[in-house]
């Protein structure tokens, strides 16, 4: 969408968020060990952190992380089937679609929002 002139930002370093969810029945030994919510909040931190991907074309896998030069990835499209998928996900499951909200933008949605 760069094209559109919706800001990405490639040049600047970005940050990763995690969750962390109750596992108490699977993965604290089973059950035998329970989490102490009396810690949270618990955080996380990352260092060094290179995103790695993997993508399939004709039934073949290819990989590469952040830092090498096959960054083929960065650049992946969906093809009609997983289009189809992706717009399954977000009627069954999307709550909230900025692109839809006339309310939030009524100068005009934001330019990324005008696909075909």
């Given at each position: 969408?760069?094209?559109?002139?919706v800001?990405?930002?490639?040049?600047q370093?970005?940050r990763i968020?995690?969750?962390l969810?109750?596992?108490?029945?699977?993965?604290?030994r089973?059950?035998?060990?329970?989490?102490?919510?009396?810690?949270?909040?618990?955080?996380a931190?990352?260092?060094?952190?290179?995103?790695?991907?993997?993508?399939v074309?004709?039934?073949?896998?290819?990989?590469?992380?952040?830092?090498?030069?096959?960054?083929?990835?960065?650049?992946?499209?969906?093809?009609?089937?997983?289009?189809?998928?992706?717009?399954?996900?977000?009627?069954?499951?999307?709550?909230?679609?900025?692109?839809?909200?006339?309310?939030?933008?009524?100068?005009?949605?934001?330019?990324?929002?005008?696909t075909?």
């Amino acid at each position: 969408m760069e094209s559109k002139g919706v800001p990405f930002p490639k040049n600047q370093a970005m940050r990763i968020y995690s969750s962390l969810w109750n596992a108490d029945d699977w993965a604290t030994r089973g059950g035998l060990v329970k989490t102490d919510w009396a810690q949270a909040p618990f955080t996380a931190s990352y260092r060094n952190f290179n995103a790695n991907a993997c993508t399939v074309s004709s039934g073949t896998s290819s990989c590469a992380s952040s830092n090498t030069n096959n960054n083929a990835w960065l650049s992946e499209e969906l093809d009609s089937t997983s289009h189809q998928r992706l717009n399954w996900v977000q009627k069954n499951y999307m709550i909230y679609n900025y692109c839809t909200d006339t309310k939030r933008f009524p100068q005009g949605l934001p330019p990324e929002c005008n696909t075909p």
